[in-house]
């Protein structure tokens, strides 16, 4: 199949989810296009079978804010009518799922066959996507989408809660690469990381406030507090680093906590890793949960939203309630103190994470691109 698929670029969730399935669909013989404003973090190499076309934004003094999904409908418009699309996947629905509406408006029946397929991450339903400024635009377009998916039950659930919307939503979870994300020898990294053996503890993000990345210091505090010597490796970077590291400066284990900014090798980081915490306020499915998970590191989520399908209470590490950062440092040192449950802990993770294997997943999609067009096509004749 020709297909197109439309996502941010940004590290992290939607938009890696987006470009890891292309790849995946590339390698079963797909021919790929992806659409975004830059270049994908993750389509790190050069392949003849992806195309990466860059949503242009002319600028006009007359534009304060640029209208970027007119110029992505534009886009759509064009690869439907050159290069033959026969499935537009969007990812997020805020602007994209609409963009994509206006492009098969545009070209009526010249696009009547390629099924516009919206996929739900998260926050284009749970925050942003719900405020009143935006939900009458992302309720319709979603009920305009030939198909739906929701990377967790629990995100279907809220989308239905939140949206009245009249189409079936598939759940098709997130998926991992367990070659790339698993653990390996990076012994030398670690020594010049920790060289008196200390404990690692891992938080992985883009610091939104969502995040609440202040919780994983005061968690990290309190480990250290509780006895165990331990660094605290902070990936990621966003608009809450400053009050993360002002909780460092108050809790005074600044000396203990380090902030690597955005990584490309987040496996080498895990690798090295005893520990990942994940505190999030809101997460439909947690994907740096689901990767750290794989490289066998037992974590410490929050019970919040569709965390609890990922990471499985007392199996492959702890749940807890939002904020309680008590029971998460209580938990954490229980882990860090008992080399056999870490060790069960860790091999459970693996064993989970197992359960989201990138090509039986991608292989889903595939299948519903199959089911969403035969009925597309059989409606229209
Ligand atoms: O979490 C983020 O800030 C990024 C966001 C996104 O839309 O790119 O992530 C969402 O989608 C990911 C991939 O499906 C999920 O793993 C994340 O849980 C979800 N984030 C939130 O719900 C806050």
Redesign the pocket.
């Known amino acids: 199949m020709n297909i197109g698929i439309v996502c941010?670029p940004?590290f992290?969730?939607?938009?890696?989810?987006a470009t890891e399935l292309a790849k995946g669909l590339a390698n079963k013989g797909h021919k790929l296009h992806i659409l975004s404003y830059s270049r994908p973090a993750r389509l790190d190499s050069l392949r003849t079978d992806i195309t990466f076309h860059e949503v242009d934004l002319s600028s006009y003094p007359l534009f304060e804010y640029p209208p970027y999904d007119l110029a992505l409908a534009n886009v759509m418009v064009d690869l439907i009518k050159f290069e033959k699309l026969e499935v537009l996947h969007v990812?997020?629905a805020i602007p994209h799922a609409t963009s994509a509406y206006l492009a098969k408006q545009i070209l009526g029946e010249q696009a009547q066959h390629v099924p516009i397929i919206t996929?739900l991450?998260?926050?284009?339903i749970?925050?942003i996507g719900s405020d009143p400024s935006y939900k009458d635009v992302v309720d319709f377009s979603i009920n305009q989408s030939d198909g739906v998916t929701a990377?967790?039950e629990y995100?279907r659930e809220e989308t239905y809660k939140k949206f009245d919307i009249k189409k079936k939503i598939e759940v098709i979870p997130?998926f991992i690469d367990l070659d790339r994300f698993k653990k390996s020898d990076k012994n030398h990294f670690k020594k010049a990381l920790c060289p008196n053996g200390e404990k690692v503890i891992t938080h992985v993000?883009?610091f939104?406030e969502?995040?609440r990345v202040p919780d994983v210091v005061s968690t990290f505090h309190k480990i250290v507090e509780g006895g165990v010597d331990a660094t605290l490796l902070m990936v990621g970077d966003g608009p809450d680093r400053q009050r993360a590291e002002q909780r460092c400066r108050e809790l005074k284990v600044c000396g203990k906590v380090r902030f690597l900014g955005k990584q490309e090798q987040v496996e080498e980081v895990l690798s090295i890793s005893d520990l990942f915490l994940i505190p999030?306020g809101?997460?439909?499915?947690?994907?740096?949960a689901?990767e750290a998970m794989s490289c066998g590191v037992p974590v410490i989520s929050s019970n919040i939203?569709?965390?609890p399908e990922v990471n499985v209470h007392g199996e492959t590490g702890f749940l807890c309630e939002l904020g309680d950062i008590d029971a998460m440092g209580d938990y954490s040192l229980k882990i860090l103190k008992d080399e056999e449950l870490h060790s069960e802990l860790s091999k459970n993770a693996r064993k989970r994470a197992e359960h989201f294997e990138q090509s039986r997943i991608v292989e889903v999609y595939e299948d519903y691109y199959k089911k969403v067009r035969e009925s597309l096509l059989s409606s229209a004749q």
Do not use: C, P
């Open positions: 941010y940004t992290g969730g939607s938009g890696v989810v990812h997020y996929t991450h998260g926050t284009d749970t925050l990377v967790s995100l997130n993000s883009n939104r969502v995040k999030s809101s997460e439909t499915f947690g994907l740096a689901l939203g569709g965390l």
